[in-house]
C-alpha cells in the first residue's frame, strides 16, 4: 500500500471511530430538578409483548425513561427500547416473531430446546452487540442456579445476557457463562426494580405480567408455567415492596406463544398504563419537588432529617 492510500485509510478509520463515538455516546444526565425514571419489565413469554403498549403510553405521555432493567421477554424488550429503535419498529419485529426466531427443540436432559439463536439477536435485530453500544443504561437479571441469586449483566455482549435471562427452567437448557449455570431470571428476580434502582434510578415503575389462569393445561410447558406461577403468588415479592409504581397489565388469559395477538397485547399493556398514568405524574411532582427544595437549600442546611 502506497503511503498517500494508507494515509486515506489512517483517515477513513478515524473518521468512523468519531462516528462511532457520537453515537454511542453516554446519554445525558436528566435536567436538573427532574428525577430519573427507571423501568424495570418482568418476563412472561409472548405475554411480554404488553411490555410494548406500557412503553408507547409512556413515550406519547412523554414520561421519560433514564433507565432499564429487564428479566426474560422483559430483558428482550428493554434492550430493544434501550437501543434507540422507535416503538414502531420494535412492535413490527413483535408481530413477526416466532418460537423459531428464538428456540430450537432439542431434547436434552437439561432442557426440552436451545436458545442458542438469541446470540444472534442483538446484531440481527437491533444492530449492535454490546451493552456499551445501547442508547440507555440497562441491566439483565438471570438466576445462577448454583447459588440461587440474581445476577445482573450490565457490560460487554449482550447475546449471552439475554440467553441466560431467558433460559427458562425445564425447557431450554441453562446456559453455562463463566463458569457459572445460568436460568431465567424470574425464580431470583421476577421483577429487577433494585437492579434499576442501582442504575441510578429515583423513581421505578415496575411492570409485572400475570401468567396463571384457571384455563386447562395442554402441553408440558403449560405446566411448568403454572406450576412456577403459583410458586410467584406465595413467594415474598420484596420487588413490591421496592418499586414506587406497579403497572400490571391483564393478560392471565394469554398463552406463552401468543405472539400473533401482538395487537391485543400491546392494548392490555396500554390500558393498564393508563390506569396507573396519574400516580406516576404525581410521583414525578412530588419527586421533583423535593429535588428542587433540596437543591435550593440554604448553604451548612442537611438534607437528610436528623443528620448533623
Given at each position: 500500500m502506497s503511503p498517500r492510500a494508507k494515509k486515506v485509510t489512517e483517515w477513513m478509520r478515524?473518521?468512523?471511530?468519531?462516528?462511532?463515538?457520537?453515537?454511542?455516546?453516554?446519554?445525558?444526565?436528566?435536567?436538573?430538578?427532574?428525577?430519573r425514571v427507571g423501568l424495570a419489565l418482568g418476563g412472561g413469554f409472548a405475554r411480554g409483548?404488553?411490555?410494548?403498549?406500557?412503553?408507547?403510553?409512556?413515550?406519547?405521555?412523554?414520561i421519560p425513561i433514564d433507565c432499564l432493567s429487564g428479566t426474560s421477554?422483559?430483558?428482550?424488550?428493554?434492550?430493544?427500547?434501550?437501543?434507540?429503535?422507535?416503538?414502531?419498529?420494535?412492535?413490527?419485529?413483535?408481530?413477526?416473531?416466532?418460537?423459531?426466531?428464538?428456540?430450537?427443540?432439542?431434547?436434552?436432559?437439561?432442557g426440552l430446546a436451545s436458545n442458542q439463536?438469541?446470540?444472534?439477536?442483538?446484531?440481527?435485530?437491533?444492530?449492535?452487540?454490546?451493552?456499551?453500544q445501547l442508547r440507555l443504561p440497562l441491566a439483565i437479571a438471570a438466576t445462577d442456579l448454583g447459588t440461587g441469586e440474581a445476577v445482573y449483566?450490565?457490560?460487554?455482549?449482550?447475546?449471552?445476557?439475554?440467553?441466560?435471562?431467558?433460559?427458562?427452567?425445564?425447557?431450554?437448557?441453562p446456559v453455562e457463562h463463566e463458569?457459572?449455570?445460568?436460568?431465567?431470571?424470574f425464580l431470583a428476580a421476577p421483577v429487577p426494580v433494585?437492579?434499576?434502582?442501582?442504575?441510578?434510578?429515583?423513581?421505578?415503575?415496575?411492570?409485572?405480567?400475570?401468567?396463571?389462569s384457571d384455563r386447562k393445561p395442554t402441553s408440558i410447558v403449560d405446566v411448568i408455567g403454572l406450576s412456577f406461577a403459583i410458586l410467584q403468588r406465595h413467594a415474598d415479592l420484596e420487588w413490591r415492596r421496592e418499586a414506587d409504581l406497579i403497572i400490571e397489565p391483564d393478560v392471565r388469559d394469554f398463552q406463552w406463544d401468543d405472539f400473533e395477538r401482538t395487537p391485543d397485547l400491546i392494548a392490555a399493556g396500554a390500558a393498564a398504563t393508563?390506569?396507573?398514568?396519574p400516580k406516576i405524574r404525581a410521583a414525578l411532582a412530588a419527586k421533583s419537588a423535593t429535588k428542587t427544595a433540596t437543591a435550593t437549600s440554604p448553604p451548612g442546611m442537611s438534607k437528610w432529617k436528623g443528620e448533623l
Open positions: 478515524n473518521a468512523v471511530e468519531r462516528v462511532r463515538e457520537f453515537a454511542y455516546a453516554e446519554p445525558p444526565a436528566s435536567p436538573e430538578g427532574r428525577p409483548i404488553a411490555h410494548l403498549g406500557v412503553l408507547r403510553v409512556l413515550d406519547e405521555e412523554q421477554a422483559g430483558a428482550l424488550l428493554a434492550a430493544s427500547y434501550a437501543s434507540g429503535h422507535t416503538i414502531d419498529e420494535i412492535v413490527a419485529q413483535a408481530k413477526s416473531t416466532r418460537f423459531r426466531d428464538f428456540g430450537q427443540w432439542k431434547l436434552s436432559w437439561m439463536r438469541l446470540e444472534h439477536y442483538p446484531r440481527k435485530f437491533l444492530g449492535l452487540t454490546t451493552f456499551e449483566f450490565t457490560k460487554g455482549p449482550l447475546g449471552p445476557a439475554l440467553r441466560a435471562s431467558c433460559a427458562y427452567p425445564g425447557m431450554f437448557m463458569g457459572r449455570f445460568l436460568v431465567d431470571g433494585d437492579a434499576v434502582r442501582k442504575l441510578g434510578a429515583d423513581i421505578v415503575i415496575a411492570v409485572f405480567l400475570e401468567g396463571a393508563r390506569v396507573v398514568l
